[in-house]
């Protein structure tokens, strides 16, 4: 087993890598440490010729409540050149997630609030707990769901995005099948079953061809390049620089700090 201070990696004999993040007591919230090391951790899954199959799960009662909003609230003490680098290093990992070149499979044991739906998208495929529930909260803070967009829109398609993507809605693990984030629900109790069965037919193919399956597949699909990077974290620093931003992430803070 790896231990890093916010995610897990542990490896079974048979190649299977589960990757757990490891803040419960902040639901799983990304923060810089965390950002860092889930960009770490796909270059040495994706370099480690042992790991046929990766799954991403989350420690607790939540999968990822999206971007921890103390880091987030730091950034309005940030220079912009600040603020694009941090918003760039979140843009990269799920860029670097989106292209690992093993097959990326989602246990969605519980919420799953903005980023964290950046991080089901850059799964190949998700299995969810049916009592799981998922939104993209960006707006009710006053921001933009920015670097995770163009990962959304792969997975899920601009029409079906556009039914939750900017309301902020709250939506069920069936609606999150519907709209095609994640491929399955199922009683909380059955999970793990659900998730092997989706591992298990990839531990009779060949590793490499599997990755370049990925690969090939992730080229004819929409382009998620740098400059695709560059222009969604421009947009989320933008967003930390409006006094809606500071307004909302302060609130929520404040009503957070009260309970």
């Given at each position: 087993?790896?231990?890093?201070?916010?995610?897990?990696?542990?490896?079974?004999?048979?190649?299977v890598?589960?990757?757990?993040?490891?803040?419960?007591?902040?639901?799983n919230?990304?923060?810089?440490?965390?950002?860092?090391?889930?960009?770490?951790?796909?270059?040495?899954?994706?370099?480690?010729?042992?790991?046929?199959?990766?799954?991403?799960?989350?420690?607790?009662?939540?999968?990822?409540?999206?971007?921890?909003?103390?880091?987030?609230?730091?950034?309005?003490?940030?220079?912009?050149?600040?603020?694009?680098?941090?918003?760039?290093?979140?843009?990269?990992?799920?860029?670097?997630?989106?292209?690992?070149?093993?097959p990326?499979?989602?246990?969605?044991?519980?919420?799953?609030?903005?980023?964290?739906?950046?991080?089901?998208?850059v799964?190949?495929?998700?299995?969810?707990?049916?009592?799981?529930?998922?939104?993209?909260?960006?707006?009710?803070l006053?921001?933009?769901?920015a670097?995770?967009?163009?990962?959304?829109a792969?997975?899920?398609?601009?029409?079906?995005?556009?039914?939750v993507?900017?309301?902020?809605?709250?939506?069920?693990?069936?609606?999150?099948?519907?709209?095609?984030?994640?491929?399955?629900?199922?009683?909380?109790?059955?999970?793990?079953?659900?998730?092997?069965?989706?591992?298990?037919?990839?531990?009779?193919?060949?590793?490499?061809?599997?990755?370049?399956?990925?690969?090939?597949?992730?080229?004819?699909?929409?382009?998620?390049?740098?400059?695709?990077?560059?222009?969604?974290?421009?947009?989320?620093?933008?967003t930390?620089?409006?006094?809606e931003?500071?307004?909302?992430?302060?609130?929520?803070?404040?009503?957070?700090?009260?309970?």
């Amino acid at each position: 087993m790896t231990s890093m201070s916010t995610i897990r990696i542990e490896r079974d004999p048979r190649g299977v890598a589960t990757l757990t993040l490891a803040r419960p007591e902040r639901h799983n919230a990304m923060n810089a440490a965390m950002i860092g090391e889930l960009a770490k951790a796909a270059k040495s899954l994706g370099e480690d010729a042992s790991v046929r199959a990766v799954v991403l799960t989350g420690e607790g009662k939540s999968f990822c409540a999206g971007a921890d909003l103390t880091w987030m609230k730091a950034q309005f003490e940030a220079s912009r050149a600040e603020r694009i680098a941090e918003a760039t290093a979140l843009a990269r990992m799920l860029k670097a997630l989106n292209e690992l070149p093993k097959p990326l499979i989602g246990r969605i044991n519980g919420q799953a609030f903005g980023g964290g739906l950046g991080l089901i998208s850059v799964c190949d495929v998700a299995v969810a707990s049916r009592a799981a529930r998922f939104a993209f909260t960006e707006t009710k803070l006053g921001l933009v769901p920015a670097t995770i967009s163009p990962f959304v829109a792969a997975k899920m398609g601009e029409a079906r995005a556009r039914r939750v993507f900017m309301s902020a809605r709250m939506f069920d693990a069936e609606e999150a099948v519907s709209l095609g984030l994640v491929s399955k629900a199922v009683e909380p109790a059955a999970l793990d079953e659900e998730v092997e069965a989706e591992v298990a037919p990839y531990l009779d193919c060949v590793g490499q061809a599997v990755g370049q399956s990925k690969a090939l597949l992730r080229a004819l699909g929409p382009v998620i390049d740098e400059a695709v990077v560059e222009r969604t974290a421009e947009a989320l620093a933008d967003t930390w620089e409006t006094e809606e931003a500071r307004s909302g992430i302060g609130a929520f803070l404040e009503r957070r700090s009260r309970r």
